[in-house]
């Protein structure tokens, strides 16, 4: 696949062991920078320093602490870490099935692709038996030292596994502007209403959004390669201040759907322009 492995072991389902290997099913894109020394350009590197002897440390003699209230520190080695029950240390055990709605998306951390290590059968049984089902597995996995929560569903012809946030790590939205008496009238609501309509499709191709940013800052450094100091950036709509809200609804409707008649307009054209255009006719030999 081009990929490395980042964990291995087994999904347990009931009796079935279906042995695995698990790959980070994203990476990022963002561009990468090293903090310098502006006049020189040297890298700044950072040491790492006892606070209270002033001595640089080396990773051998480096532990975990856990700070108390009173100050003190309790001291934990890489043995006490080994030590702790992990019985899914290897094992990606299945809990249950539920329908995928039942888990919010807030819940998902990392996805991760699943390829079988050596019986492909017992893993294709299992990813075709949740597509049939529409249900997710609920299991439990250990990655990167610590048990996490987590789905295993199917995405294309792989199984995936979303690692998930433990339900006390997920915090409670409140935000006292929420409780204010806010009075929304049925036109306002019908425009809303229209508004999502005229910008609704059928399906999700992301293929034409972009990374703007990225871009822009790609650009900038290759005019810092090539001896330009300056980059002149695109003009872009300037945001103003929503004042009246019915208007900017009504607005927006009219400009989403002008933006979905114009690839359409366009098509018309095309296809009447091809039908005038002159055809080249053979000559009888």
């Not at 087994?10 to 020394?37: C, M, N, P, W």
């Not at 990392?110 to 997710?136: H, M, N, Q, W």
């Not at 996490?148 to 502007?177: C, G, H, I």
């Not at 018309?268 to 255009?277: Q, S």
Request: charged share 30%.
């Amino acid at each position: 696949m081009g990929m490395r492995a980042i964990w291995s072991g087994a999904v347990s389902f009931g009796l079935v062991s279906i042995a695995v290997k698990a790959y980070s099913a994203t990476e990022d894109k963002d561009v990468r920078f090293h903090q310098v020394h502006r006049s020189d350009g040297g890298r700044i590197r950072y040491r790492k320093v006892c606070e209270i002897d002033g001595e640089e440390v080396s990773s051998g003699e480096i532990a975990k602490g856990y700070p108390l209230d009173n100050g003190e520190t309790v001291i934990l080695e890489s043995e006490d870490f080994d030590n702790l029950p992990l019985p899914t240390a290897h094992t990606i055990e299945v809990l249950e099935f539920v329908p995928v709605e039942q888990i919010d998306s807030v819940r998902y951390a990392k996805a991760y692709y699943l390829e079988p290590k050596s019986a492909t059968k017992p893993y294709i049984l299992l990813r075709d038996a949740l597509t049939d089902s529409g249900v997710v597995a609920v299991v439990k996995v250990a990655m990167r030292q610590r048990e996490q929560l987590a789905t295993l569903r199917r995405y294309e012809d792989v199984l995936v596994l979303n690692t998930m946030k433990w339900p006390d790590e997920v915090r409670s939205p409140r935000f006292d502007s929420l409780n204010e008496d806010i009075s929304i009238s049925s036109k306002e609501m019908e425009m809303a209403r229209s508004l999502i309509e005229s910008m609704t499709t059928a399906t999700f191709d992301d293929s034409e959004y972009h990374d703007d940013y990225r871009i822009a800052l790609n650009k900038l450094i290759d005019a810092k390669i090539a001896g330009d100091e300056t980059v002149v950036a695109e003009d872009g709509e300037q945001g103003a201040e929503v004042i009246d809200l019915m208007a900017a609804l009504q607005a927006s409707v009219k400009k989403a759907k002008e933006s979905r008649t114009e690839p359409a307009k366009k098509s018309a054209k095309a296809k009447k322009a091809a039908k005038r255009a002159p055809t080249k006719r053979r000559k009888a030999g």
